[in-house]
């Protein structure tokens, strides 16, 4: 069964990814905002390392991490791996990308960062550690 990319608008005009995200619907969100599919041998590490983040899976964050993948990388929407751990509420994988290097004040495409996603779900373990690591929603 192949992919189509999902592009319905709703109230705001913001994409129905932002719902998908609200929703911590990892699933719908990565339909709504994937790329057109990639042949079974070009899935970046990249790409892993995001998918491995958003579902809080350590074992396969820190193999990647060791592999030498990019821990900044971006998918589409501009979320790095620590906004996908942040948004489904991974607050072992937000320690371990923080502590690898993670850009705490990367932002997305529409300007948010992992902070103010963990905020909007008012998560404060994660809220805490993104602070401590020097987090903050003021623009640079």
């Known amino acids: 069964m192949s992919k189509q990319k999902i592009t ?3 109230q705001d005009e913001k994409p129905a990814v ?5 929703l911590r619907d990892a699933v719908l969100y990565n339909e709504l905002g994937s790329a057109p599919p990639k042949g079974e041998n070009e899935v970046s590490t990249n790409d892993n390392l995001i998918t491995a983040s958003q579902r809080g899976d350590i074992a396969e964050v820190s193999r990647l991490i060791t592999k030498g993948v990019d821990i900044n990388a971006r998918d589409n929407f501009g979320w790095t791996a620590l906004m996908q751990a942040a948004n489904n509420g991974h ?18 495409n529409t300007g948010w960062t992992a902070l103010m996603v963990a905020a909007s779900y008012n998560d404060v373990e994660i809220i805490t550690a993104l602070i401590a690591a020097g987090a903050t929603n003021q623009e640079e």
């Open 91 to 108: 607050a072992k994988t937000v320690t371990i990308l923080i502590a690898k290097g993670a850009d705490v004040n990367a932002r997305d």
């Open 8 to 10: 319905y608008q709703y």
């Open 18 to 22: 932002y719902i998908a995200a609200g």
